[in-house]
């Protein structure tokens, strides 16, 4: 098992950056895909971002448009999400999530394939 903690988080301008930090608990990450996912009040959860094993491939959702970097370091157990250009519209609590291996394989975009959650971290972009 393995138990995530989100930090990074914050309030910022229109046109900032911010880095969120995932950091892992327990079990190495190295067998996970790690993944992004934000949420606000009213909404299904949204996927963010996404993370192969070793790091070799990433993906993102169609609203990042080369704005966001998905990484991770495995030694150190923790995954990072560089944000910039950040919107207001990217107002957001931000949730890291690990996925075991399955029969299916991996499902990087999809939540409900993901096993382990963090309580999040919230970020505010003011216009």
């Known amino acids: 098992q393995v138990q995530l903690l989100e930090s990074g988080g914050g309030l910022v301008q229109a046109g900032d950056s911010l880095r969120l930090s995932c950091a892992a608990s327990?079990?190495?990450?190295?067998?996970?895909?790690m993944g992004w996912f934000r949420q606000t009040p009213g909404k299904e959860r949204e996927f963010v971002a996404a993370?192969?094993?070793?790091?070799?491939?990433?993906y993102y959702g169609d609203f990042v448009k080369g704005r966001f970097t998905i990484s991770r370091d495995n030694a150190k157990k923790t995954v990072y999400l560089q944000m910039n250009s950040l919107k207001p519209e990217d107002t957001a609590v931000y949730h890291c999530?690990?996925?075991?291996?399955?029969?299916?394989?991996?499902?990087?975009?999809?939540?409900?394939?993901?096993?382990?959650w963090g309580q999040g971290t919230q970020v505010t972009i003011s216009s």
């Open positions: 993370i192969s094993l070793s790091g070799g491939n990433t």
């Open positions: 999530a690990a996925q075991r291996y399955g029969s299916g394989g991996y499902y990087y975009t999809s939540s409900a394939k993901y096993d382990y």
């Open positions: 327990g079990r190495s990450i190295s067998t996970y895909v």
